[in-house]
């Protein structure tokens, strides 16, 4: 095994894989309201992730998954709330949108994961997450750290300080929530000036150093309308090549705790909204060049 991924972990846990449903939970993002920041992550699509979601309600979008081919594929599921900040509302409301999904899966989910903000997590909306936790239930909270760097993250808007992130993943840990950590590689820490692999090296120490579970490795890629994708218009931002890429992102896998499961290790852009780099839109090529060079370390 070149790496611990996230096939692996599912059948080691659950004896098999489990499918996905991708919910968009309707909720907002406080980067993007005026509550911490206005514009959000300079990344960031107007969907807040989660593109390829078709919306209507959460039991809608529940049911057309449960009743779909994809999903009778599986025995057991994940559902995900994908876009946005999926804690960022009262706890009552969290509450039930969550049930709403979970009712319609009834005993067949065996993970709610629900990605936020590391500072969109306090003691309730911790605890309202933790509630969902039973003896044949997950829960997964996965946060958007991108880098351990506070200049970048002041760069790229991220709208909160990286000490954040460190209170958040032991607020959840304590409760027995498994914390998933978003990384990205590639990401501008100022004009014409992207993070180098000693910057990619300190996110990664950051997260081997608390009680992290998994890990999504993101490539930035730049999608039309937003504001990386202005300053990569102008000249301001070049994206990394696909060899570039994939050496900080092996670099990164090997450097990582072994016991930290790899739930991706690249991005994942919709075709039509990808301004570059191209590369980002064939995966399978992108997964290959990582492992050629995990295999040669
Ligand atoms: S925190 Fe997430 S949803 Fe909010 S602006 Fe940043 S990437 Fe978008």
């Known amino acids: 095994m070149l790496y611990y991924n996230l096939s692996t972990y599912l059948r080691n846990t659950y004896g098999h894989r489990l499918g996905k449903l991708c919910i968009d939970g309707g909720f907002t993002c406080p980067n993007r309201d005026g509550t911490c920041g206005v514009g959000g992550c300079i990344f960031c699509g107007e969907r807040g992730a989660g593109e390829h979601i078709i919306c209507g309600s959460i039991a809608e979008q529940a049911k057309r998954y449960f009743d779909s081919p994809a999903s009778a594929k599986y025995r057991e599921h994940i559902v995900y709330f994908q876009n946005f900040t999926g804690t960022y509302a009262p706890p009552g409301t969290l509450y039930e949108r969550y049930a709403s999904a979970l009712d319609v899966g009834g005993d067949s989910v065996r993970v709610l994961a629900v990605g936020t903000r590391p500072d969109c997590i306090d003691d309730e909306r911790a605890d309202t997450l933790a509630s969902f936790i039973t003896d044949?239930?997950?829960?997964?909270?996965?946060?958007?750290?991108?880098?351990?760097?506070?200049e970048t993250a002041r760069f790229i808007n991220r709208g909160y300080r990286t000490a954040r992130f460190a209170d958040a993943v032991q607020t959840l840990h304590s409760r027995g929530i498994k914390v998933v950590a978003h990384m990205m590689i590639g990401l501008p820490r100022a004009e014409n000036v992207r993070e180098n692999a000693g910057d990619v090296a300190a996110t990664v120490d950051l997260i081997n150093s608390l009680p992290v579970f998994g890990v999504k490795i993101h490539s930035l890629y730049v999608m039309r309308g937003t504001r990386l994708c202005d300053l990569y218009e102008r000249g301001l931002y070049t994206p990394l090549t696909l060899d570039e890429y994939a050496s900080l992102a092996a670099s990164s896998i090997s450097r990582l705790r072994p016991d930290i499961v790899l739930h991706r290790i690249t991005g994942d852009c919709p075709r039509d909204m990808l301004a570059a780099p191209m590369w980002c839109a064939d995966k399978r090529s992108v997964i290959a060049a990582i492992e050629t060079r995990l295999r040669a370390r």
Do not use: M
């Open 136 to 150: 044949r239930r997950d829960v997964w909270c996965e946060l958007g750290l991108q880098t351990a760097s506070d």
